[in-house]
């Protein structure tokens, strides 16, 4: 991993932006390190929702330079019995609360883990409410100083996951997935990726969703007239689920874990 004393630091958080949290908390790094370069993935996580959190980082993270260090608070256990924890991979640092928001990451590429527990990285006074002002945005800035990921407590054998939802394939070759994540335009985007729908001829597939069936898989959402639904790989590389300038998620009656089944015509 590079060194340097200005890496990037990205947040992803469910605080939303109406409440001075995030901005707080970016005052926090400054002060400790005033050259760090922050950069704001999303904060409109649905409030305590772990799993939203969990797949935008992992939708996300791979596209940003080796050595960037993710801060990620999503902590509804915050003030608690969960650990806090710095995860790292061959080329990033993530900075979270161990509740499983880092699963996906933890599954694809973790090389080590360690529990903070050194309070002289905290802030002072630490808010039972507050972890990402007092613990984990200090921690961040720390880390991007240089300081060793082992400085911060000691290592991990394991984390908290939850069950990563994989899609069947059934004896017969049909597709069940579920719904994994609701962007903010509606669109459903499920846990069936580009490559196991690879399998199959474009020509002949049916999305099934709520007993609507979407015929064939699209290259953009124009592929259909506005208001109808379309099927297509999204730019997460997993089949997607829109209606043209209208949101999937309201027409369909949609949400998170809904099924979707892939079959041929």
């Known amino acids: 991993m590079r060194e340097g004393r200005n890496p990037i630091i990205a947040l992803l958080t469910d605080f939303g932006l109406e409440d001075a ?11 400790i390190n005033p050259s760090a370069q922050l ?29 960037t260090i993710y801060l990620v608070v999503v902590d509804p256990g915050v003030g608690g019995s969960r650990r806090a924890i710095i995860l790292k991979t061959p080329q990033y640092l993530f900075v979270a609360p161990d509740n499983g928001v880092l699963s996906f990451i933890a599954e694809e590429e973790c090389e080590e883990v360690v529990e903070i527990t050194n309070a002289s990285y905290f802030l002072k006074d630490v808010s039972n409410t507050f972890h990402g002002r007092d613990v984990f945005a200090p921690v961040a800035a720390h880390l991007s100083l240089g300081i060793n990921i082992y400085n911060f407590g000691p290592r991990l054998e394991d984390i908290e996951r939850f069950t990563l939802s994989s899609p069947h394939i059934l004896p017969n070759g049909d597709i069940i997935g579920r719904i994994v994540y609701i962007d903010r335009f509606g669109n459903l985007i499920t846990n069936i990726s580009s490559e196991i729908l690879s399998l199959y001829s474009s020509e002949r597939v ?60």
């Open 21 to 31: 949290y995030v901005g707080t908390m970016k005052g926090v790094i400054y002060n």
């Open 39 to 67: 950069v704001d993935i999303c904060h409109n996580i649905t409030a305590h929702s772990i799993q939203q959190a969990s797949f935008a980082l992992s939708s996300s993270y791979k596209y940003f330079p080796e050595g």
């Open 206 to 265: 049916v999305i099934e969703i709520r007993g609507i069936k979407i015929y064939n898989i699209s290259s953009s959402y124009s592929s259909v007239s506005k208001g109808e639904p379309v099927a297509l790989i999204g730019s997460s590389g997993n089949l997607e689920i829109a209606v043209n300038c209208d949101r999937a998620d309201r027409v369909l009656r949609a949400g998170i874990d809904e099924e979707v089944k892939v079959y041929l015509s």
